[in-house]
């Protein structure tokens, strides 16, 4: 970029700020719609030239848009902007313990296109390759420009290597999957752990990016968190992943305690339902039945005071503000509050669930690169990319 063009994009304001200004405003529309520019400035505390400067490159390159003038309380028209969801996408990549699930979302974090395919969870390679397939195939049927593929994966992360350093539910160690997507596709990857990429995707697409002290929970085939303190210069984003499968908990029968990790994930409560002689083969099927048959109703009880022991544990230690509790954790409003009814130390208004229901793990993988391309600022990125 020339310094002519560099001084007509970042006008008097410093480039780092200019960053800082433009992700802030991308994010607040792609999670309130349209907005006037005068709601623009108030929110983001800057002055209407500002504001203007900011906007009319992202109007020219078609990510912004401009509604009908809307008669204002005093003086000028509204003149609300709101994202065009259709000017860029992402394609998104869940690998699961038996699925993996491909993608394509728009910039406002609406799945578009999604599609699912069984597979031999030990075969990691036949895994990679597949999925960079699906990518490949996912990213040609966009209606516009893809940013790239973003990848979300249990266990231990390597973010900036893309690689998944371990995952004992798949028995991976030591897997490269960037290099292999990118090598196929031609696009950027960004590859992260389940927890990280769903607490980004409810900064980015959901409860907004001046959320602080707010803990996600995920609860699955895995136990992982994702935390996100005051700004600090940890990890992407100040985002912390973590494990809380060691964390003691009744066990699902009422035979003593042990750890989440064996007793409380979706596989340990699925064997339960079978073991109890429910005819459940996913998770799905057992919250079905649970809205009559008892058995299936005490299990999910029991469930929730697993997540309650854990929620008041990692409360204790943190002190969020929030906690979201994703994945099968909370599957409904009902179960929410049975872990809500269930917890000691944790306010129970704390307790939330997360607020991206549609394909949340797709979409969070997606949210990987759509929050890398709002954060860089866009037109520092190169805004017609």
Not at 43 to 60: D, T
Not at 76 to 92: M, T
Not at 272 to 296: F, K, N, Q, W, Y
Request: aromatic share 4%.
């Amino acid at each position: 970029m020339s310094e002519a063009d560099r001084a007509q994009l970042s006008g008097t304001q410093p480039r780092h700020a200019r960053q800082a200004n433009t992700a802030a405003m991308l994010q607040l529309l792609a999670q309130r719609g349209p907005v006037a520019r005068s709601e623009i400035a108030k929110e983001l505390s800057l002055n209407h030239a500002s504001i203007g400067r900011i906007i009319e490159p992202l109007l020219a390159a078609g990510i912004l848009r401009e509604l009908a003038e809307q008669p204002g309380r005093i003086g000028r028209p509204r003149v609300p902007v709101e994202l065009n969801p259709a000017s860029r996408y992402a394609v998104g990549v869940h690998l699961g313990l038996e699925r993996t699930t491909v993608g394509l979302t728009d910039l406002a974090g609406h799945c578009v296109l999604a599609h699912t395919e069984d597979r031999d969870p030990a075969d990691h390679l036949g895994t990679v390759a597949r999925a960079a397939e699906l990518a490949a195939e996912m990213a040609g049927s966009a209606a516009g420009p893809v940013l790239g593929i973003g990848v979300a994966v249990g266990g231990e992360v390597d973010r900036a290597a893309g690689r998944v350093v371990r995952n004992d539910v798949l028995g991976w160690a030591d897997v490269q999957v960037a290099d292999r997507l990118r090598a196929r596709t031609g696009l950027d990857v960004v590859v992260d752990g389940n927890a990280c990429a769903l607490l980004g995707a409810e900064l980015t697409f959901g409860a907004g990016p001046g959320l602080h002290s707010v803990l996600y929970l995920f609860v699955g085939n895995v136990a992982e968190l994702g935390f996100l303190g005051r700004p600090v210069a940890t990890g992407p984003d100040g985002i912390i992943q973590g494990s809380f499968g060691r964390i003691l908990v009744p066990d699902l029968t009422g035979g003593g305690y042990a750890r989440f990790g064996e007793c409380g994930t979706d596989v340990a409560l699925l064997a339960a339902a079978r073991s109890a002689g429910l005819a459940v083969t996913t998770l799905t099927d057992l919250v079905r039945l649970a809205e009559t048959d008892p058995v299936a109703i005490g299990l999910l009880e029991a469930r929730g005071a697993q997540v309650a022991v854990v929620a008041d544990t990692v409360f204790e230690l943190m002190r969020p503000r929030t906690i979201i509790l994703g994945g099968s954790g909370a599957v409904s409003d009902r179960w929410l509050q049975v872990v809500r009814d269930r917890v000691e130390a944790t306010p129970p208004a704390a307790l939330v669930r997360p607020r991206s229901r549609d394909n949340p793990l797709v979409t969070a993988a997606a949210g990987l690169v759509v929050r890398a391309f709002f954060a860089a600022g866009t037109v520092w990125a190169g805004v017609g990319s």
